[in-house]
């Protein structure tokens, strides 16, 4: 069995209607209009051990909602959700013992102590013994440089050592599940990249299964094999990351800057879809063209100065699917979208 | 059972502990606070003083013994306040999010929010409320008998449980509405305006009220009654006997209340 099981995860919440004015206001008190929103519509996957998936979407598209949920946090209002057997939020103490949680914008650590001793508080909540607390504190030191800021206030960190101290703490019990909610936001490159590193790192020795929501797609590609992707609450696909780019990889787009300007430009199997003064965007199918037969053919007919091609960004496709309500079937057949 | 209840205390411990030296690095805003509140209260003191000083008494009680009966109050509150006092931020704590992460950990919620704080400013209020209750001892040349000595210690303790529930009963409101502060301001504030007077002097329905259904009586009236000998009241003096187990009931009420909120919460997020 799957270490997580999500089988047709749904989520209502009921929100009550505000009533204009004053009488409005006032009739509200006694007598409230609900309206139903419904955040996660019929969620199902299953991830193994060691695997880490990226879980994304939109802001809105249920993310969080089902994080609080795998995590004990909400009460799912139909269907099953199995954490390495437990029910979450009906074992949550239990659940909460084998799972680590960072959420990217808010910190768990005791905002007026210093660092060192939000450390401590959690080993005497999670009741770690003394060796396991020494031997994970000296690991994440060597890995994160703890030490530098150990004895400073958390609020008076940078978000990078903030980030750095949430996923230390997160994983100060032996958690055999990460969720991380937008570990990266806000980071700048470097500890971006150390964060990722860090990330990988604790996957591949611990073997610890990491879920992982984000806007930053760079975090997905650098990281997961994975990708779930979310939406309006339902799931628009959940394969490997690479199979994307592959299939979208045979759009590719050839920028070419003509040394005059060119009004009747054309070719065979090939689309200008954007031009600006003497820059043209060419589009065309790496399955039926290749970039060098295309770049002779037009270099033939007029004088090229400058030439680069690009390939698709994962993010244009995942907003292609968003924007346009694409299950990912759809967007595959449809390939002229991109 | 046992256990893990001694596991719980070991966590409360710690964290209080941790809670009283961060507390303790700001050492100015300790001081001042601890200050501030026993100014306050005895500057409320000498308005009582003066208030008394043109009246005589009010409905039989003197000075001394109104004094008394304030300083009782006093005393269970600001062990309340020590205690309890950051629950009137349960809104805050759910607005913010913070409290998801409470239930993240394996410890009951309940357990984290109250071991959250150790309010040691608080204790301003009890250095009042013993020297104030000290000086009218003397004054009212009481003498009390064990049994007195008793239903001052379940007066003390009751009172704080009373107390302490009341404002754990304010919080479980924002799992709800999100919302708790201005119900606290509200409710709990001219309850204890009125714990300053006796009983007596009030309407009977709110008598009735804050005996039966929001205790606060139990927390210095009725166990003032029986410290002070005061056989002429309305209630008899042997109501005074209950404010412990009432606090423990009370208690039990809005720790269950608070469970439901959870539930709640659980169920339609923040």
Request: hydrophobic letters at 45%; charged letters at 20%; glycine letters at 6%.
């Amino acid at each position: 069995m799957s270490l997580i099981e999500v089988r047709h995860l749904c989520k209502e919440f009921k929100i009550a209607k505000r009533q204009e004015g004053l009488t409005g206001a006032l009739r509200s008190l006694f007598h409230r209009q609900y309206t139903t929103k419904i955040a996660v519509n019929d969620i199902s996957f299953s991830i193994g051990t060691g695997e880490m998936v990226g879980y994304i979407g939109p802001n809105g598209a249920g993310k969080s909602t089902t994080i609080k949920m795998l995590t004990g946090i909400l009460v799912p209002s139909s269907g099953e959700i199995r954490v390495n057997g437990l029910i979450p939020y009906k074992e949550r103490r239990r659940n909460a013992r084998q799972i680590g949680v960072v959420f990217g914008q808010r910190t768990q650590l005791w905002w007026d102590l210093p660092t060192i001793e939000s450390f401590e508080l959690l080993k005497q909540i999670f009741q770690i013994p003394p060796d396991r607390y020494r031997q994970n504190m000296a690991l994440f030191n060597e890995i994160l440089d703890l030490d530098e800021f150990l004895q400073t206030p958390v609020r008076q960190l940078s978000l990078g050592q903030r980030m750095r101290a949430d996923i230390a703490a997160a994983l100060l019990h032996d958690p055999k599940i990460l969720f991380l909610d937008e570990p990266t936001i806000g980071l700048d490159v470097v500890a971006k990249e150390r964060m990722r590193s860090f990330i990988r790192e604790i996957n591949k020795n611990r073997g610890v299964t990491v879920i992982l929501t984000t806007h930053d797609m760079s975090d997905i590609e650098k990281l997961c094999q994975r990708m779930i992707l979310i939406d309006k609450g339902q799931v628009m696909y959940d394969g490997e990351l690479t199979k994307i780019k592959e299939t979208f990889g045979k759009t590719r787009i050839l920028i070419v800057d003509f040394e005059e300007n060119i009004d009747d430009f054309s070719l065979d199997g090939v689309e200008v879809i954007k031009q600006e003064g003497n820059r043209r965007w060419l589009k065309f199918n790496r399955e039926v063209h290749t970039a060098s037969q295309l770049i002779s053919q037009i270099s033939e007919k007029y004088e090229i100065k400058d030439i680069s091609i690009q390939d698709p960004e994962i993010e244009v496709l995942i907003r292609n699917i968003y924007e346009h309500n694409y299950t990912l079937d759809q967007v595959f057949t449809d390939k002229t979208r991109i | 059972m046992l256990k893990s209840c001694l596991r719980g205390l070991k966590i409360y411990f710690y964290m209080v502990g941790v809670s009283i030296k961060t507390q303790l690095q700001y050492r100015y805003a300790f001081v001042m606070n601890i200050l501030g509140w026993a100014m306050t209260y005895a500057g409320t003191a000498i308005t009582m003083w003066v208030m008394l000083y043109s009246f005589g008494s009010i409905r039989g009680w003197t000075f001394w013994e109104l004094l008394f009966l304030f300083a009782l109050a006093v005393l269970s509150w600001s062990i309340t306040m020590v205690l309890f006092f950051h629950f009137h931020n349960m809104d805050e704590y759910i607005v913010e999010g913070t409290f998801d992460r409470f239930l993240v950990r394996p410890i009951h919620p309940f357990l984290h929010v109250i071991a959250l704080k150790f309010d040691v400013g608080a204790f301003g209020q009890l250095l009042f409320s013993i020297v104030a209750m000290i000086i009218a001892y003397v004054q009212l040349k009481l003498n009390w008998q064990f049994y007195q000595w008793l239903v001052f210690l379940g007066a003390i303790i009751g009172g704080t449980l009373i107390q302490g529930s009341m404002l754990v009963l304010i919080s479980a409101a924002a799992f709800w509405t999100t919302r708790s502060e201005r119900l606290f301001w509200a409710l709990m504030w001219p309850a204890r305006n009125l714990m300053n007077y006796p009983l007596t002097v009030f309407p009977r329905f709110i008598q009735l009220l804050v005996t039966f259904l929001l205790p606060f009586a139990f927390v210095n009236f009725l166990p003032a009654l029986t410290l002070l000998d005061k056989t002429k009241e309305s209630f008899d003096p042997f109501w005074g006997f209950f404010s412990l187990p009432v606090g423990i009931a009370f208690f039990a009420i809005c720790f269950k209340i608070w469970n439901l909120g959870l539930d709640h919460y659980k169920s339609a997020g923040s």
